[in-house]
């Protein structure tokens, strides 16, 4: 995704819609202090996959 897409939602949230090979897809960054969790919707597949990375200090 082009980080023209990309748009703040507010001060740990960020949105970005794309359509890929004919898939409209929506993406969901949330950020805190030390996770950053992932949300991809596919309209096409009517599916949604969610997952979380934690920093490891």
Known sequence: MSK???AKE????YKASEN???YKVDFIFIF???TLTIE?????EESVVKGNFS???
Not at 10 to 13: A, G, I, L, M
Not at 40 to 44: E, H, L, P, S
């Open 20 to 22: 890929l090979f004919g």
């Open 55 to 57: 920093k490891f200090i």
């Open 10 to 13: 507010n001060d740990s949230t």
């Open 32 to 34: 805190n202090s030390d």
């Open 4 to 6: 023209n897409s990309v």
């Open 40 to 44: 991809i919707t596919d309209y096409n």
